[in-house]
């Protein structure tokens, strides 16, 4: 499943699906978009031979590949003080 993510990432040009994020606390330093392919190119060796063999660089263990989150937008009515504003 990993490995397809990335494949998608690489191959079809999905990288506004997914986020690289480190694995360290506080936020940032998050790769997204066309940032993020070029991360994973970068440390993804593949085999010309056999292009679903896939190498990746030590680097990338200290990342995690999520896929992103895309809520519907909701609609709603801010009350402050019993009134309501906007």
Known sequence: EDLAAIRAVLDEGA???FVL???REGGGYN???ERLA???RENVVRDDANPET???DAKLGEYILMERLFPPTQRAVLLRSGRVEG
């Open 15 to 17: 990288a506004g699906r």
């Open 21 to 23: 994020k480190p694995q």
């Open 31 to 33: 790769f997204y978009g």
């Open 38 to 40: 070029a991360k994973l």
């Open 54 to 56: 896939m190498v990746l």
